[in-house]
C-alpha cells in the first residue's frame, strides 16, 4: 500500500473516532455523564484531523496533476 494512502487511511480511522470521543460530557447526547475534557479533546483532535485530510487530498490532486504527462517509474 502507498504511504500516503496508508496515512490518509490512519487519518480516517483516528477522524471517526474523536468524533464519537466529542460526545462525551455534551448534553443530550448518548455520553452525556462522561468528562468534558475528553470531548473537547475529541473535538478539536476531529477538526485537526479533518483539516489534514483535506490538505492530503489536495496534495494527491496536484500531485496526480503534475505526474500526468510523465511516464512511471516502473
Do not use: N
Not at 496508508?6 to 455534551?26: D, N, P, Y
Request: proline share 7%; aromatic share 10%; glycine share 10%.
Amino acid at each position: 500500500m502507498h504511504p500516503t494512502r496508508k496515512s490518509t487511511l490512519v487519518l480516517l480511522v483516528a477522524g471517526v473516532i474523536l468524533f464519537v470521543l466529542s460526545a462525551s460530557g455534551q448534553p443530550d447526547t448518548y455520553w452525556a455523564s462522561g468528562p468534558e475534557l475528553i470531548g473537547t479533546i475529541g473535538w478539536f483532535g476531529f477538526m485537526v484531523c479533518a483539516l489534514l485530510l483535506i490538505v492530503s487530498g489536495l496534495y494527491a490532486l496536484v500531485s496526480s496533476i503534475r505526474h500526468r504527462g510523465q511516464p512511471s517509474p516502473q
